[in-house]
Structures are given as structure tokens and as C-alpha cells.
């Protein structure tokens, strides 16, 4: 069995037994015909409705595609990314995910090969062999069969800084510990200035961007897989402080005051427009906050720093490598062979090559283009420390709601980190 799922094939069995019964409900009806029946329609659903700048790029590629094969329509359902992951969840215990789907490693993709509902691609794996490392494709990779192929690598904890806001109260330089990250949390906001801008409207960015990295500075990199093992609890004491964290932010007022009505994409915005000293979030941001902004070269990009008695090191990013393109099983011979000639076509060194371009760093193994951002490279030297489990990529869907949900109370001073612990505890728990 694969080392990756040896601790979560307990976790599987109630959603597998579901997924199992509704594959048998029936296989796919077959292509969608035009006027010479030689049409094929490929129905596709993705998460790439936000300006970030790797979304423009996947989108583009899919026109290509369409350009080039004139006698394939891809049919494209664009789902916030907020919602996207209880979509597929949802159609796929329905037996009706779309031919093809973007999947998440870990703990989201498990339950699809548990149900038999995503298309096995070994055979066409040679078509990256020489780009893709096995570390790039074992997160799509259960019991030696292969199911997707990542667009990206992500790095979600990024903090972006304006480096002015922290001159200003004394920082030329990001803080490296706890201690003066507090501190300078602290002048920020006595000098008037909101520290931290924050859109958690969407729930997902105190989870995976904050307490992925903030839980492994406090517990080290096997937390996450010995809760999955029964080794260890939510309920510990260095999580609980990871959780405290989020409520010491708040009652320090680090947070703008709208932080829940506000999506992420606007906390961006918030930031850019010089409204908040930081913002914490993906590596993709950088799109926006620096590689195509005039003023780009004001904003400075760190990890969270060390604190102190912490288990994890300090120079660890939380990463996952996501995006994978997978197919459904089941499609008929013609809708397999056009969904096979897309993933071969979408995801290749083309494809790579101008994610870098644009500053987004990839999984593969490909030349750097002369034309690549100048950020990238510093992007690339601040990510180099290390790998952090990203929350909602090993943990069950489930658990996270929970989380998430204990999260935002804590931001508007409801419930403890010790309540939210518990309550996560008992959601893992209860899955059981």
C-alpha cells in the first residue's frame, strides 16, 4: 500500500462503500455529435474563476487546445475555488463528475479511486517522464496507479510586506521571530496602520494559509500524519497553541475589521492598494503583488517566523503540489481518446514554461525562460527550506469544515482555541 495512505484507509471506508454503490449505476452515454456526428464535447470543471495570473494561463491553454482541434468542444465549468471541492464531492456521490475534473492530492483524491470514479493513466505517463519527477506525481499516485498530472507547485503561507509600513516602525527587515513579529503587529497598529489585510469571507485562508505553517512551527511536519495514525490529537498542546495564535491576532485588533465580508481576492486588493502592512497567502499571489505591479518592488515576501519551543523548522514552507487534471472512468471510446488528447496537449512543457514566465512555480523540470519574472528566483531561494503538509491537503474535507468554522468564530471573539481544538477532534473522530 502506498506509504502516503497507510495512516487514512480507515477514514475512507464510509464515503468508498457510497462511491462504490453509485459507480454502479451506470457508464457514460457517449460523445456529443454535431451536424457530421464527428464532434466531441468534453464537459470540464475547474476552480480558475479569480484573476490570479496562472488561472488566465490554464484557461488560455484550453482555447489552444480548442484552436487546434476544431472538431473537440471543452465545455468548461468554472467553480469558485470556496466551493469547488464540495461540488466534486458532491457529484462525485452522485456518480456525475464531468469527464474532466482538477483534483487535490491527499485526502481529497483518496475518495475518488476509493469509489472507482477517476480513470487510471499509466499508460500515457511516458509523455512526461522526462519533465516530472516521482516526487511531483506520488501525491496523484495510489497503489501504483497514477490518476492526474499537477500543473503547479503551491506554497500557500507566503507573507507579502510592505516593506515601507515596516520601515516605518522600525523594521527594515521582516521580523524572524514570534516575539517581534508580535511586536511589530503591535507599532503597526498603535503608528495606524491595519497589520494584516484579511478575507476569510471564503473560510479556506485561515485554514490553509495560516494555520497549515502556524500548526507546523508549533508541532514539526509529522503532526498531521500522526493524528491520521491515532499517535497524536488535535486536542495536544502545541496545536491548541497554534490555534491561540489566530485568537492573539485578533484581540491585538491585527485583522482589518471586515475580515469575513471580505473574499481573497479582495484582501489582495486591500493590501496592493496600501490599506494593511502584510497578507498572507499563496505563492501565486505574486502575480499580482509584485510581477505585474508597477510598484512591486516595495513589497517584500517572508515565511512565519520561528517560535520559540516550536517543533518545526523555521525555514519550512507549507507546499502541496495541486492543480492535477484527471478523467473520469468510464468514458466511451471516443470521449477517452479526446479527453486523452487533451490532458496530453494542456499539460506539457508549453505549459510550464509559461507558468515560470509568469512567476508561478511548477513541479517540473524545465529551463528557467530568459523572459522569466525577476521575483521568481527570490521566490524560488524563500520556498527552498523545506516542505510543510498543507491542513486541508491530508486532512478529510470533513475535519476541515469544522476547523474552518472554529476559526472565524475566533475572529469575532467567539468560542477558545481549546473549544475549536476539541470540536476538530471529535469531527476526525467521529469519522471513525
Known amino acids: 500500500m ?10 475512507l471506508l464510509g464515503l468508498a462503500a457510497m462511491l462504490t454503490l453509485v459507480t454502479a449505476c451506470g457508464k457514460d452515454t457517449g460523445a456529443s455529435g454535431g451536424a457530421d456526428g464527428d464532434q466531441i464535447t468534453i464537459n470540464m470543471m475547474h476552480p480558475w474563476t479569480s484573476p490570479n495570473v496562472d488561472n488566465e494561463v490554464y484557461k488560455a491553454r484550453i482555447d489552444e487546445f480548442e484552436k487546434q482541434h476544431p472538431n473537440i468542444v471543452i465545455k468548461q465549468d468554472g467553480v469558485p475555488a470556496a466551493q469547488y471541492k464540495t461540488k466534486l464531492r458532491t457529484l462525485a456521490a452522485g456518480n456525475n463528475l464531468p469527464d474532466i475534473n482538477v483534483v487535490w492530492p491527499g485526502a481529497d483524491l483518496d475518495p475518488l479511486v476509493a469509489g472507482d470514479l477517476l480513470q487510471p493513466i499509466n499508460e500515457l505517463m511516458d509523455n512526461w517522464s522526462s519533465i516530472l519527477p516521482e516526487g511531483a506525481l506520488e501525491g496523484f499516485n495510489v497503489d501504483g496507479q497514477q490518476y492526474a498530472i ?17 520601515a516605518q516602525v522600525g523594521y527594515d527587515e521582516f521580523p524572524d521571530t514570534y516575539d517581534k513579529f508580535i511586536d511589530a503587529v503591535t507599532k503597526l497598529k498603535e503608528a495606524g496602520i491595519t497589520p494584516i489585510s484579511l478575507g476569510n469571507k471564503e473560510q479556506w485562508p485561515l485554514q490553509s494559509s495560516y494555520i497549515s505553517i502556524i500548526g507546523d512551527r508549533f508541532t514539526g511536519s509529522d503532526f498531521l500524519t500522526n493524528v491520521l495514525e491515532k499517535k ?4 495536544d498542546p502545541e496545536f491548541v497553541k497554534a490555534l491561540a495564535v489566530i485568537e492573539e491576532l485578533t484581540q491585538l485588533g491585527a485583522f482589518n475589521t471586515d475580515a469575513n465580508n471580505m473574499d481573497s481576492v479582495q484582501a489582495q486588493d486591500y493590501f496592493i492598494q ?29 515565511l512565519f517566523p520561528s517560535v520559540e519551543g516550536g517543533k518545526g523548522d523555521p525555514t519550512k514552507s507549507a507546499g502541496v503540489v495541486q492543480y492535477g487534471i484527471a478523467m473520469k472512468s468510464g468514458l466511451d471510446e471516443k470521449k477517452r481518446e479526446a479527453a486523452e488528447e487533451f490532458l496530453k496537449f494542456f499539460v506539457n512543457e508549453d505549459l510550464y514554461k509559461e507558468l515560470i514566465r509568469n512567476g508561478v512555480v511548477v513541479p517540473a523540470k524545465v529551463e528557467v525562460p530568459e523572459d522569466a519574472s525577476k521575483y521568481l528566483k527570490e521566490m524560488l ?21 469544522v476547523l474552518q468554522n472554529g476559526l472565524q468564530a475566533l475572529t469575532i471573539g467567539h468560542g477558545t482555541p481549546e473549544d475549536i481544538a476539541e470540536e476538530v477532534q471529535k469531527a476526525f473522530d467521529d469519522m471513525n
Open 150 to 166: 499537477p500543473t503547479k507547485q503551491n506554497f500557500v503561507d507566503i507573507i507579502y510586506y510592505n516593506k515601507e509600513m515596516f
Open 2 to 11: 502506498n506509504k502516503r495512505n497507510k495512516g487514512k484507509k480507515v477514514l
Open 232 to 235: 497524536a490529537k488535535f486536542t
Open 274 to 302: 496600501g490599506k494593511a502592512a502584510m497578507h498572507i497567502s499563496s505563492a501565486t499571489v505574486d502575480g499580482r503583488v509584485r510581477i505585474n505591479n508597477e510598484e512591486g518592488d516595495k513589497f517584500g515576501i517572508a
Open 381 to 401: 531561494e524563500l520556498t527552498d527550506g523545506g516542505t510543510a503538509p498543507v491542513f486541508d491537503s491530508v486532512i478529510p474535507t470533513q475535519v476541515v469544515d
